[in-house]
Nanobody
Framework: QVQLVESGGGLVQAGGSLRLSCASSGTLGNANAMAWYRQTPGRRRELVAIITTDGNTNYADFVKGRFTISPDNAKNAMLLQMNDLKPEDTAVYYC???????????????WGQGTQVTVSA
């Protein structure tokens, strides 16, 4: 059974940085793509960034130049480095995986439980 577990969330001041990690277990090694989403109360979950096994990435416009998605192959994990954080980045961040996904065609097959990121003004 595939499990995704996020970590690294917390409280940070505007302009600060956080690094999220998504650890995977089970047969996730076959997933072609993984991604980070975020969600705030009353709003739909939105895509933040995608990475494929061949290293291609895609970012939402609102994080381009500030966030970086990358693999941590040694730990079978995925990272999201978040710099220059803004109060509007406050959300629950979710890790996901799509067995057949690409940077333009992505529909999660698996989700993590989420980690809270709070950015104070």
């Amino acid at each position: 059974q595939v499990q995704l577990v996020e970590s690294g969330g917390g409280l940070v001041q505007a302009g600060g940085s956080l690094r999220l990690s998504c650890a995977s277990s089970g047969t996730l090694g076959n997933a072609n793509a993984m991604a980070w989403y975020r969600q705030t109360p009353g709003r739909r979950r939105e895509l933040v960034a995608i990475i494929t096994t061949d290293g291609n990435t895609n970012y939402a416009d609102f994080v381009k130049g500030r966030f970086t998605i990358s693999p941590d192959n040694a730990k079978n994990a995925m990272l999201l480095q978040m710099n220059d954080l803004k109060p509007e980045d406050t959300a629950v961040y979710y890790c996901s995986a799509d067995i057949d996904g690409t940077t333009t065609q992505y529909l999660p097959d698996y989700w993590g439980q989420g980690t809270q990121v709070t950015v104070s003004a």
